[in-house]
Nanobody, 123 residues
Framework: VQLQASGGGLVQAGESLRLSCAAS????????AGWFRQAPGREREFVAA????????WYSDSVKGRFTISRDNAKVTAFLEMMTLKPEDTALYYC?????????????????WGQGTQVTVSS
């Protein structure tokens, strides 16, 4: 699976962004999709994931209630709708694909990664 993330940018606190992750190659609909982020000097952390099997969603506590992950299997694309952005959301955001349907909130469950898209939130 090849993944291409896009949609990042510079916004002010309180604004919104929508990230997209376009997939190609193997059949994306049998892969769960996840988003991770990495801020300078910090480890890559889990943000959100959606299961390919039943659409179950996982979110980190820091984004729960503000971010929404979704997918469009017909367009082989996953999305991350980010609302009420905060300066602490500033990071390089990565999309990833996992062959697993559950417990997909850790990096080790993902086989494929896209390049990052930068999100910068100013205060």
């Amino acid at each position: 699976v090849q993944l291409q993330a896009s949609g990042g940018g510079l916004v002010q606190a309180g604004e919104s962004l929508r990230l997209s992750c376009a997939a190609s190659g193997r059949t994306f609909k049998v892969y769960s999709a996840g988003w991770f982020r990495q801020a300078p000097g910090r480890e890559r952390e889990f943000v959100a994931a959606i299961s390919y099997r039943d659409g179950k969603r996982w979110y980190s506590d820091s984004v729960k209630g503000r971010f929404t992950i979704s997918r469009d299997n017909a367009k082989v694309t996953a999305f991350l709708e980010m609302m009420t952005l905060k300066p602490e959301d500033t990071a390089l955001y990565y999309c990833a694909a996992s062959p697993f349907a559950n417990d997909i909130d850790t990096r080790g469950r993902y086989d494929y990664w896209g390049q990052g898209t930068q999100v910068t939130v100013s205060s």
